[in-house]
């Protein structure tokens, strides 16, 4: 009865728009009433949720992606993935991905992914010929795989919720990450050739010299990443204060466009982000403490545990759950892009005109 209420609160409270923090929050409570628990359990569970240093790594690596964003950074590695592989039947497409691949590794934030790569990839598609339903999608599902690309703040998230370290969830992402790259990237080239997307302008050695110069820059952050946790060398939260500290350096004495007001607009914003990531994890922290009383985590070992002896039906249900529960997520998310599509393709059509003009 309990479970029942807790869900059916938060599906009528999603069903009216209300925000998914404040759903999750106001279920809570209602959990906690009919539970006949005490409400003093709501702040504790809202301080405890929030009380682990690991999560100190979320606004180092929030400001740092912005910044990143903000300084050009994501312009030389969208550069270099069109030289790459935009010379092939739907590049442009291919070069969404595996731009995508090269920022996610420096930045850590979803949304400074969707926000840079989108902003500058959408409008060639949409010149070349692509249609809007083809851009967006191409932007949504390459996100989508960014979030398995460490630092994701994702990552962060789950190593705090499940106690897991969060150094070993980022060194076992490289790898799951650019197998579903490779996916994305074999599907957008049978496409291709199914709806006739273009090629991009074929590259010459100048433009290819040009553009891994112009990215050894931003590749530097994955590789101290990648050998700082093999190595032992610093934690996650160390690492999100390092890749900070690099960004600030490469912004005011390398590229040299970031001034001081921006600087402070940039950590406003970061502190914001931070702010709403920080206050979910709390909320969720009431649900954690309810599952654990209604036993949910044995109720979900006893059933998939018979699975346990074939490993690959295991992983196909895992699969399916985790399926489940993030289709509203990416459903939303795809929503918020392609209202960042329409936006890019009336400035676009305005460009456009003002050329012809």
Known sequence: MLFGAVGLS?????????????ALG?????????????????????????????????????????????????YALVNLARVLVGWVRGGLGM???????????????????????????????????????????????????????????????????????VVGIFLGGFIPAAVSALCLMAVILLQAHRLHWPKDEPPTWTRFV????????????????????FFGVFTATEAGALVAAYAMAAAFFYYKNVTAREMLKLIYESALLTAAV??????????????????????????????????????????RSGWLAGVNARAALACWIEQEGDRLRVRVARIERRRRA
């Not at 090269?102 to 990839?121: E, K, N, P, R, Y």
Request: proline residues 7%; negative net charge.
């Open 10 to 22: 938060f599906v009528a409270l999603a069903a009216l728009s209300m925000p998914i923090v404040f």
């Open 26 to 74: 106001l279920s809570g409570f209602v959990g906690l009433l009919i539970g006949n628990f005490s409400l003093q359990k709501l702040p504790s569970s809202l301080v405890a949720g929030t009380q682990h240093w690991v999560l100190l790594a979320i606004p180092t690596f929030v400001f740092a992606g912005n910044l990143m964003e903000r300084c050009g950074m994501s």
């Open 95 to 165: 070069s969404v991905v595996l731009a995508e691949y090269f920022f996610s590794g420096i930045s850590g934030s979803t949304i400074a992914d969707v926000s840079a790569i989108g902003s500058m990839l959408t409008p060639p598609m949409l010149r070349a010929g692509y249609k809007p339903e083809h851009a967006v999608s191409l932007v949504a599902s390459a996100s989508a795989m960014g979030i398995l690309v460490p630092p994701a703040i994702f990552m962060i998230v789950l190593g705090q919720i499940t106690d897991t370290s």
């Open 210 to 229: 040009e553009a891994g110069r112009a990215s050894l820059v931003p590749l530097v952050v994955p590789i101290i990443i990648v050998l700082g946790f």
């Open 278 to 319: 920080i206050f979910l994890l709390a909320v969720a922290s009431v649900y954690q403490f309810l599952m654990g009383m209604l036993g949910v985590p044995r109720m979900l070992g006893e059933l998939l545990g018979p699975l346990a002896s074939t490993p690959w039906l295991f992983l196909g249900a895992d699969a």
